[in-house]
């Protein structure tokens, strides 16, 4: 009597842990780690200004480049890079910039190609002329990649040029 209420015990409690592991596995929601409303202000407040000649360095680091930096000069709206020409990142202007993150970050949450877990954006911006000083891009695969989709960006050595 004993050894069968110990079997059933044991099939109960091997019936309990295959139900507690299946729940574990189900799918959880997809996160978005992104200040989108600041974001988009302060891209309001950037274009509010016109500032159509400046010059900044750029820092950039992704899965696709490894580490690039260069020295953006935009004259009249046109940017160009100081970069070899074998290894640029040249991205443009601020608003350019701007741009990227937004498409990148929409591309990720409603054109996956790949089953996420999510996708966090940190910005850190400029407080006098309101451009992202460092961005913090990076997706969440669920299945293992090979380098993913991230990238850090900073600009630094802001300045505005007479036209």
Not at 8 to 27: H, N, P, Q, R, Y
Not at 102 to 129: A, C, R
Request: net charge negative.
């Amino acid at each position: 009597m004993k050894l069968y209420i110990m079997k059933i015990k044991l099939l109960l409690l091997a019936g309990f842990l295959g139900v507690t592991m299946v729940s574990c596995e189900e799918d959880v929601d997809v996160y978005y780690r992104f200040d989108e409303s600041t974001f988009l202000t302060k891209q309001s407040l950037w274009e509010e200004q016109h500032i159509q000649s400046y010059r900044f360095e750029q820092h950039y680091m992704s899965s696709a480049t490894g580490p690039v930096s260069e020295t953006i000069v935009v004259h009249n709206g046109i940017a160009t890079s100081d970069a070899d020409e074998s290894n640029p990142v040249l991205i443009g202007t601020i608003s350019d910039v701007y741009t990227k993150v937004l498409n990148d970050f929409n591309q990720g949450k409603y054109h996956q190609t790949m089953p996420i877990y999510g996708i966090s954006v940190d910005v850190t911006y400029n407080n006098e002329y309101h451009f992202p000083e460092e961005i913090k891009f990076s997706t969440a695969y669920k299945d293992d990649v090979v380098g993913g989709a991230w990238y850090d960006l900073k600009i630094s050595n802001f300045e505005i040029l007479e036209e």
